[in-house]
C-alpha cells in the first residue's frame, strides 16, 4: 500500500496484517551529477513499486526521504532514526527497528 489516500482505507482494514514500513532514500543534487542522481532516483522509485506490488497488504510504502548528495551517512542515518522513532512510537506490534 502506498502513502495515498486511496489506499489508506485499505490500510485501516488490514492494519494487523501489515509489518513493514518501506522509506525509500533519494539522493538529490543540482550539479554535474544531476543526471546520475535523477536515474538513481528513477532506479529507486521503480524497485520500491515493484516491492510495494509484491508485498501488498503486508508492506506499507512511505513517501521518499530525500537527501543532498552531499550530506553524510551519519546525518542521513540520523534523519532516518528520527522516523523510526516516531513510527516505533505508534506501531501497534513488535517490529524490527528496535536497536540491536
Not at 27 to 44: C, F, H, N, S, T
Request: hydrophobic letters at 40%; aromatic letters at 8%.
Amino acid at each position: 500500500m502506498r502513502f495515498q489516500t486511496s489506499d489508506i482505507d485499505t490500510y485501516q482494514q488490514s492494519k494487523a496484517y501489515v509489518d513493514t514500513m518501506l522509506v525509500p532514500l533519494l539522493p538529490v543534487a543540482l550539479d554535474d551529477d544531476l543526471r546520475q542522481k535523477v536515474a538513481m532516483g528513477e532506479y529507486i522509485s521503480l524497485v520500491t513499486m515493484e516491492m510495494e506490488k509484491q508485498f501488498r497488504g503486508r508492506l506499507m510504502q512511505l513517501p521518499p526521504l530525500m537527501y543532498l548528495s552531499s550530506e553524510s551517512v551519519t546525518e542521513i542515518g540520523e534523519r532516518l532514526g528520527m522516523w523510526a522513532d516516531a513510527f516505533k512510537k505508534r506501531w501497534q506490534k513488535p517490529c524490527d527497528l528496535d536497536d540491536e
